[in-house]
């Protein structure tokens, strides 16, 4: 009797310190310009004091077993993982489109098994282009294939020379023709192609 009910409390001790292992991602999707720097927050909680593996690894097809970032030479020297206590913030420079997929963090429990989030972060890392429409006047529009985070400030270049404009960018003579592009405020180096030679509309 007694041998069963040490064997009932090691079950549920153990259940206990497997249910208080978890990992948690704060995102479930994130907005790149291709170039920039992402960093992805996690935290997690480990009933283990002592170290044990830990990675970030891209969600693959069912056939592809998951591999550790910092040991894939597509990302080699251009990701690093906190390590300050259960920090697991995930920091990946010079962003690729190659890089676009799922990403997630797990670790290994002291019984050999892996704890990953419930979900990936599904990041997607794209470039900026300019777009326009033709009315009485012609509009350009600096545009991206996702939203990018905290409602970025874009700069208008024309010819190469900042023109100090935010949003939308109208013109209407003869005189704005040129070569225009766009930017992101604080990733002024990481402009739009230009878009070359515009012709303004007819305007006698």
Avoid at 20 to 25: C, D, F, G, N
Avoid at 142 to 159: A, D, E, K, Q, V
């Amino acid at each position: 009797m007694g041998g069963n009910i040490s064997v009932a409390v090691l079950l549920m001790l153990l259940a206990g310190a497997q249910s208080q292992q978890s990992v948690t991602l704060s995102s479930r999707s994130l907005c790149a310009l291709i170039g920039s720097t992402v960093k992805i927050p996690c935290k997690y909680t480990s009933s283990s004091s002592s170290d044990r593996p830990r990675e970030w690894y891209q969600v693959q097809r069912s056939d592809g077993e998951p591999q550790d970032l910092s040991k894939d030479p597509q990302y080699l020297g251009r990701v690093s993982v906190s390590t300050w206590w259960n920090n697991c913030t995930l920091t990946m420079n010079n962003v690729k489109v190659s890089d676009s997929g799922v990403y997630n963090f797990r670790f290994r429990t002291w019984r050999n098994k892996w704890i990953s989030a419930s979900f990936g972060v599904t990041l997607t890392v794209t470039d900026l282009k300019v777009t326009r429409s033709n009315t009485y006047r012609t509009t350009l529009r600096c545009s991206s294939t996702c939203t990018l985070p905290n409602n970025p400030t874009y700069i208008w270049y024309r010819n190469g020379h900042n023109q100090n404009t935010n949003g939308l960018y109208m013109y209407g003579s003869s005189e704005d023709a040129g070569s225009y592009s766009c930017a992101v405020r604080g990733y002024e180096e990481l402009r739009s192609p230009a878009v070359c030679k515009i012709l303004t509309l007819n305007s006698h």
